[in-house]
């Protein structure tokens, strides 16, 4: 797991050891249960981006993997609705 997380680190360029503002994001560690199983939780990482002023767009092969996933994963339609609405750049 460790070699995962720190691949996903190195993916959204979180470096643990700098200061809050010189990370675009922080890392928060989470449980959640999968549904019909609450004995096992599992530990998930969350990205918090931090706000920017003026925000890129994304490119369309980025959102395209964002909707794709929340499709994938069942995700509510308006959430979806809401995913491909999106512009990019």
Same mark, same amino acid.
């Given at each position: 797991?460790? &070699? ?12 643990? #050891?700098? *200061? +809050? #503002?010189? /990370?675009? +994001?922080?890392?928060? /560690? ?16 969350? +990205?918090? #981006?931090? *706000?920017?002023?003026?925000? *890129?767009?994304?490119?369309?092969? +980025? ?12 995700? *509510? ?10 512009? &990019?750049?």
């Amino acid at each position: 797991m460790e &070699t995962e997380l720190e691949s996903l680190d190195k993916d959204e360029d979180f470096n643990p #050891g700098r *200061p +809050y #503002g010189q /990370n675009g +994001y922080s890392r928060e /560690n989470y449980h959640v249960w999968p549904e019909g199983d609450a004995n096992r939780p599992l530990l998930v990482s969350l +990205y918090r #981006g931090h *706000p920017e002023p003026n925000p *890129p767009l994304p490119n369309c092969d +980025y959102k395209n993997l964002i909707v794709e996933g929340a499709k994938q994963w069942q995700l *509510p339609a308006e959430y979806i609705q809401e995913l491909e609405s999106i512009q &990019t750049g």
